[in-house]
């Protein structure tokens, strides 16, 4: 119903900064709520960050509290991930997803909601 696209993962350094995002195809975009997820090599997908469908609550994982920042432009179909002061095990593959939720506060840290989600974008962290 919806596809998902990421970019702008690539090579960094430890310390320096990355703004993902993710491009919305659908024409009601604003009904989705919609998280980032992300995979390392050897371990399960995990939750980072999620927003609301209206951009008022956001959601974060513990290890990217103060670093990472969850944003949208629903004019745009676009969420968005910065982050600041990467470090090396920040490294994996970063996915986002859309959940169709009825609630326009709503926010989810599990898998489970998540309908639909993009082909991932790859960051990686050096020392």
């Known amino acids: 119903q919806v596809q998902l696209v990421e970019s702008g993962g690539g090579l960094v350094q430890a310390g320096g900064s990355l703004r993902l995002s993710c491009a919305a195809s659908?024409?009601?975009?604003?009904?989705?709520?919609m998280g980032w997820f992300r995979r390392a090599p050897g371990k399960e997908r995990e939750f980072v960050a999620a927003?609301?469908?209206?951009?008022?609550?956001?959601s974060y994982a513990d290890f990217v509290k103060g670093r990472f920042a969850i944003s949208r432009d629903n004019a745009k179909n676009t969420v968005y991930l910065q982050m600041n002061s990467l470090k090396p095990e920040d490294t994996a593959v970063y996915y986002c997803?859309?959940?169709?939720?009825?609630?326009?506060?709503?926010?989810?840290?599990?898998?489970?909601?998540?309908?639909?989600w993009g082909q991932g974008t790859q960051v990686t962290v050096s020392s």
């Open positions: 927003i609301s469908r209206s951009g008022g609550s956001t």
């Open positions: 997803a859309a959940d169709p939720t009825l609630y326009p506060n709503r926010v989810s840290t599990t898998t489970a909601g998540y309908a639909y």
């Open positions: 659908g024409r009601f975009f604003s009904n989705y709520a």
